[in-house]
């Protein structure tokens, strides 16, 4: 029975995951924290072994190192964390007994899609990527579509085509934001969960890779099974395709 905290519990992504995780018979939802619910402190007291965290980017940067201090491994999916915390992260690991999971997207299809977009970068190195969430996402681009850029750079055997760039805007950030060539739009609006379409092209074709996650639901698998296998995987991990052996 793997001890479990989660952290963010009052959010649309918390209360799923205490569901999820109430629904394992070998998972145990020891302790639940939030504003005006539980305590980090709890967490030692009751013997957590594993938090999940789905709070928000700044109250993240502080569980985590709390956690891998305290000998909690942490299972993390808020976004935006600022590289010089993952990078206290990384230095604090060795040092603790706590390890730790970031991935910017926990569907197993996602984590799918992005695996497919850096395998055609090898071919069709011309990419955009259009990001779509729910109109209360706080950040953007979301994580995972910079995490699809950096494998679509990392999979590149040759640069994209020579194109002209947009003479003229009409409107100033019609073509989206842009890393070394890839634009990446992103759309919030009502209705959305979180869904990613890359598009590549080439002479005479194009291919389309995209992703619906149509409700949080899709993102527990994911969860669960960092949960369970977060213990055997030392140190900072970022991306779940690790754990999935891609």
Known sequence: MIRVAVLGANGRMGREVCAAVEAEPDLDLTEQVDIGLGSLDALVESQVQVAVDFTNAEAAAENIPWCIKNGIHVVVGSSGIPPHVIDEIAELCPRCEGNVLIAPNFAIGAVLSMKFAEMAAAWMPDAEIIE?????????????????????????????ADRPGTLKENLPGARGAERQGVHIHSVRLPGLVAHQEVIFGGPGQTLTIRHDSVDRKSFMPGVILGIRRIISHPGLTIGLEHYLGL
Do not use: C, Y
């Not at 779509?132 to 994209?160: C, F, W, Y």
């Open 132 to 160: 779509l969430h729910h109109s209360g996402k706080m950040d953007s681009p979301s994580g995972t579509a910079l995490n699809t850029v950096e494998g679509i750079l990392k999979g590149r055997k040759q640069l994209p």
